[in-house]
């Protein structure tokens, strides 16, 4: 049943996770340094590796619920058997990407300093690996994931047959997304929770109170903050990016058999089923390519790092768009010179995107700068300068995310922009296209927190300033890379949601057919003899059109306009939640830091040791409580828009809260990003250096901007996936109720 | 031509004009107190006018320009001719009504500090009936606008007849709408950055750096902080609800017109026109009632004023709600039963959403309490708190304006949820209702400035604590009532946005006829013999659910995506770049205040006199050149949105724009007000009081949020309705530019 063309994608997969072994073994094999630093790396370790434990308690706990929800809908019928079991495996393997990112990074700091004690390009180099291995595991996880559940669904005896058996095996697969979905935006809630109230605390009382610099040792919230980069932006992201990655591969998918179901022509349909997985497996390859041409010379400057970064992801890059075209025409799609230029298309709005935060947020640019400046009127006027910027900055990656979509549509429709069906799909494959080099653009965006968090234990071992210097500068390049693999998550996010968007009509065709609807009713005519009749279609004909008439989905619908109210509200409800979340805890940091400073005699002059495991469990304790409402509401949301509202309300939901949510995303992630570099511009020497009042008033700016843009902004971009994969595994549920 | 019963509407519109010349010239009999007081008031009234002028002057530019276009379109029958005129009234009525309102207000300030050196009592008295003027002057402008057209349009000689005549007229005069909401646009912008630059750059220096209070007269901005508040609070306020009143009156008309256009019942039709009209006339005559009814006793405590103010709005709503069932029935409406009800849903949303506005604004709850103890951690967690605040709150308003949707909708449509046409005009209908007690509801709204006002005067007059501790309590009264103001504002806007999108497919039926189209194609079936037929329908009976298909404005059609992407971003681009004038206009402020301090001898000892002429040029200067490219952009994006992706792009990003920036101005709006008396919380003596650090947190929150608050938030309000407007507008343009 299985075509031979699509073992590439397992093979890839394992090639990669083989890959990442030899990397991390690689790593391990490097020296952790002094007793100092080891010990320090250990306790940042155990802390992270016992929060982690905690999370997967609750997500546990959630992850049953769910289950039985799902285990009882197809008991009912509402849902078929295999749901329940894609949900586990996709959380699982989301899980485990997290996991074994984390655990590499929090093996790999201490040696990163070590290394960078020799010299900065040792440094980059065991960084890099380690972040590699990151970018490995989570693509060959998730191509492994997606290999195994196509096989499996494939061999699985059902009573359908030709082109239905491959939307089920689709829409199934989806389930295993909606896993991934829930599992990232707990780690990305709750270790977005722990890293900024660690972040906070530690900032406020130490850098701003008591005047001591980051990561110093006599800050009780050190180790808690160190612990957080790893949990929040090793384990949090690898999750997230786990999710996105699958995302878009499982809902193009479930497009391409979608777009063909109606011709009946199954061939056709199975190619637009694996184009998808095989640019996602070529992609692996090319990025194994480009990590490999990460090479610099000892003498190598700044700019040497930068540009061999760059030549690594612009290999990968540049050789997917050919392999592109080779691998469509060999797998014979139809049209498939214009499918391979929906992949450049992606490629091209996830590097403007990119471009555009790099413009907006780096201090090498006007924006950020003219913020620094701003910091000479105090904290309120960089506040206001910030907020200004971030939304500003939305107006480009919108744009290009606009043109991306009719593009990436009408190369796919040939133009006919009529054609949805074919339309959506070239909108999904763009998304494939934009994350088809995840594997090297994650590793240069996982290695930024182990650069950082090297620079915390090479402060805390006191390994001087030169050491210091070089994590800095391996940090501040993260910096730079990152910006790029944020454009294409955020880019990704947008594009994935309406082929998701897409998919939900799908499964609503699936509950229809269940319930034994064969015919949907799309309007009336008048007959020869002046009758009123009905003008049907047969179900398995309907085209995604046909299914918008029949449930009246336009912009004149209460119901409709009603859902993207509620959808563009959550959007802001969530991110009001966990600001509100990351306050809180936050606070709770500073009462406990204030408390050992005034309790601990001679902690400030480094003769009492700081308690930093009470630290580390207030970030434990605050971020496992404030995960577990914003996460539930994303999950409630759209069940209960469902049961009100019906399935208009539930499409005007979903396309409310990405439309909204995109934008406040970008807006948050850009405000964040240009205020922490804003400070970095004037602790470079800028408007009196650091300690001067512009620097504090830019500090104020930073400290807001690190919920806004490691905890809100990057959940609003799997909100915006999960609400769909919700709607999309309850549609059953919504389409039986919406005819009692 | 016209019938009896509509004359109503222009005699209740001159009896509040009357009226509000009586109340003027009582005001103007009062005392205006000492000569510094004349001096001060004097200085304040001349900067206020002078900035007016130059408003006019830019205004003028983009009208003039504007009706040029307007009449090429109307030269190339893209517009009837009627268009241009009827545009420039309504910018004119608008300008006249915020021109008006400010004028009593610059005169009623010092009379208001003058009657408080007498009691309380008399100060609440001279202020409120001041603010009466204005609520009076709009309520009454706008009526007779609405009336003169109503009457000139009818006896006009056209070749239309019946119902078509009704369409005509409605949408033509929808046009004086766009006239309002171009110059409302430019009163908020343009005062809203003139005050915040002013009250920004006054705070950062004056209160934060030198350490003197608000409105000392040593502070050389404080005369231009007073100005501000004329020109934005009350001019800019004018505009706006002037703006909001005929919008919502003008769209429920034109929606009217469309509901019973199909049926070509021209009785019915005629009565579905004048409803809204006659709602808001006997609205005026109960919110006169009301105004009369605010009475209270020589020695009335704060609780019994506020308790004064809410037996005159409440009074009015409970008047409003008996009185709509009768004039409904008296009209002789379809279904006259369920349309009033859907007025008292209206006014029910309104006190909803001001009620929670209160709940998470006002100092006497939690939230705002919370926000102030944040300050005990600095700035930083004040602005994460408020903003995480902000977000949430909009959770409330959000859902009782969907609420409001689907029960106007269903029960305007008899619970046929299928019937657009009436259903919309119940949403029309409910928005008039909510806005029916605007007379009174401005009248407690405006006060508020005039109060503040007086506040400035006494203290730069030396009028010593007693009688600045009198004006503050107005101040704060004022404050309260605001938030339900601001509720019906904001409400209105969402439930008008609605109503006008439905005009805009009214319009772009007329811009087909015009075109000579006579039917539209909807699909097609299989006749008998096997052949596909389209299916057609003649244009004039063409539902509003048909031109959603004719279109393909459904939710899978890329263009209409792109749209809503275009809006949400719209929104914030919008505000970014409000906030963005503000930040610029007030640093410039801030270097002026400083040196002043600096070169002007002996000014902190009261020995040498600051040059307040130059803040007031600045912000003068500083809000003229920022206020026009936000403006533009909001005229612009409509109709170039039309010419790329055509109809459904045009109502896809109406629709976005509408749904983000609905929850943005809610979000903008409380985070700011939450701000504000987050900081007077703490001035009230709590968390260490004036002059702490928390104190000195807080006041960061609030200069943050009074751009917010004060510039972007109701900004949007307006660009919401004026993307609807010019849309509207331009429909003739689109539709021709797509047939090309």
Redesign the interface.
């Known amino acids: 049943m299985v075509q031979p063309i699509f073992w590439i994608v397992p093979v890839a997969s394992i090639i990669a996770l083989v890959l990442a072994w030899y990397f991390y073994n690689g790593m391990k094999k490097e020296s952790e340094g002094t007793d100092l630093m080891k010990k320090i790396a250990g306790h940042v370790r155990k802390g992270a590796m016992s929060y982690l434990k905690q999370q997967y308690k609750i997500v546990g706990i959630v992850f049953a619920c769910l289950v039985v929800l799902f285990g009882v809908m197809a008991y009912f019928n509402l849902q078929n058997p295999w749901v329940p079991i894609a949900f586990l495996t996709g959380g699982f393997f989301s899980g485990l990407a997290g996991f074994l990112g984390m655990k590499t990074a929090t093996y790999a700091s201490a040696r990163t300093a070590n290394a960078a004690r020799e010299s900065l390009n040792r440094g980059l180099r065991v960084a890099f690996r380690s972040g590699a291995v990151m970018g490995l595991v989570v693509v060959g996880l998730g191509l492994l994931d997606i290999s195994f559940w196509y096989v499996l669904l494939n061999y699985v005896k059902t009573d359908l047959d030709g082109t239905s058996k491959l939307c089920f095996i689709t829409t199934t697969m989806l389930t295993f997304g909606m896993g991934a979905s829930t599992q990232a935006l707990f780690a990305r809630v709750g270790g977005g929770i722990y890293t900024k109230a660690a972040d906070?605390g530690a900032d406020?009382v130490g850098k701003?109170e008591a005047g001591i610099p980051e990561d110093d040792p006599r800050n009780p919230a050190t180790i808690a903050d160190n612990v957080g980069d790893n949990v929040g932006d090793v384990a949090g992201m690898g999750a997230d990016l786990y999710e996105s990655y699958c995302g878009s591969i499982l809902a193009t998918a479930a497009l391409g058999a979608a777009a063909y179901m109606t011709s009946g022509d199954v061939d056709m349909q199975f190619k637009a089923v694996v184009a998808p997985m095989l640019i996602a497996a070529v992609g692996i390859i090319l990025s194994i390519i480009g990590i490999f041409a990460v090479k610099t010379n000892e003498n190598a400057s700044m700019k040497n790092l930068l540009n061999s970064l760059a030549v690594g992801t612009n290999l990968s890059s540049a050789l997917i768009v050919a392999a592109t075209f080779g691998i469509l025409y060999w797998l014979g799609i139809a049209n498939w010179v214009n499918l391979s230029l929906a992949v450049v298309v992606g490629l091209l709005v996830g590097i403007i995107i990119g471009r555009a935060t790099e413009y907006y947020t780096s201090q090498s640019y006007k924006p950020t700068q003219r913020l620094s400046k701003?910091g000479?009127?105090?904290?309120?006027?960089v506040?206001?300068?910030g907020?200004?910027?971030?939304?500003?900055?939305?107006?480009i990656p919108?744009?290009s995310?606009?043109l991306g979509?009719?593009l990436s549509?009408?190369l796919a429709a040939q133009w006919n922009?009529?054609d949805?069906s074919h339309?959506?799909y070239g909108?999904g494959i763009a998304a494939v296209g934009m994350l088809s080099t995840l594997g090297i653009t994650l590793a240069t965006d996982a290695y930024g927190p182990i650069a950082d968090n090297a620079g915390g234990n090479a402060e805390m071992a006191g390994l001087g300033k030169e050491v210091r210097r070089r994590t800095d500068a391996l940090d501040s390049l993260g910096n730079t890379t990152a910006a790029t693999g944020k454009g294409f998550a955020i880019g990704s996010a947008?594009l994935t949601g309406?082929a998701l968007?897409?998919s939900y009509?799908e499964e609503i065709r699936i509950g229809l057919e269940r319930l034994g609807t064969q015919f949907i009713q799309?309007?009336t005519?008048i007959d020869?003899n002046g009758n009123e009749i009905a003008?049907t279609k047969a179900l398995h004909e309907a085209t995604?059109?046909d299914f918008?008439?029949y449930y009246?989905?336009?912009?004149?619908?209460?119901?409709?306009?009603?859902g993207?109210?509620?959808?563009?509200?959550m959007?802001?409800?969530f991110?009001?939640?966990t600001?509100?979340a990351?306050?809180r805890a936050?606070?709770h940091m500073?009462d406990e830091v204030r408390r050992q400073f005034r309790e601990i005699k001679g902690i400030l002059t480094g003769e009492g040791e700081p308690d930093y495991a009470r630290c580390v469990q207030i970030s434990t304790k605050g971020a496992q409580r404030e995960m577990v409402f914003p996460s539930i509401l994303a999950i409630i949301a759209p069940i209960v828009t469902g049961l009100i509202f019906g399935v208009p309300g539930v499409?005007?939901l979903l396309?409310?809260g990405l439309?909204?949510g995109?934008?406040?995303a970008v807006?948050m992630a850009n405000a964040g990003g240009a205020w922490d570099n804003a400070k970095k511009y004037v602790e470079e020497g800028n408007f009196g250096g650091k300690g001067s009042d512009v620097h504090k008033a830019t500090?104020?700016g930073d400290?807001?901007g690190d919920?806004f843009k490691d905890t809100s902004g990057p959940s609003l971009n799997i909100l915006i996936k999960l609400m769909s994969m919700v709607a999309i595994v309850m549609a059953g549920l919504t389409v039986t109720w919406s005819l009692l």
């Open positions: 906070v406020l701003v701003s000479e009127t105090g904290p309120a006027t506040i206001i300068s907020i200004g910027l971030g939304m500003v900055s939305t107006a919108v744009i995310v606009v979509i009719i549509y009408g922009m009529a949805v339309g959506l909108i947008a309406l968007l897409a009509i799309l309007g005519t020869p003008i995604f059109t918008m008439n009246h989905v336009d912009l004149m619908n209460p119901m409709v306009l009603s993207m109210f509620i959808g563009a509200m959007a802001f409800l991110c009001g939640l600001m509100n990351v306050g936050a606070a500073v499409i005007g396309i409310g439309s909204a995109f934008v406040l807006f500090v104020v400290t807001v919920p």
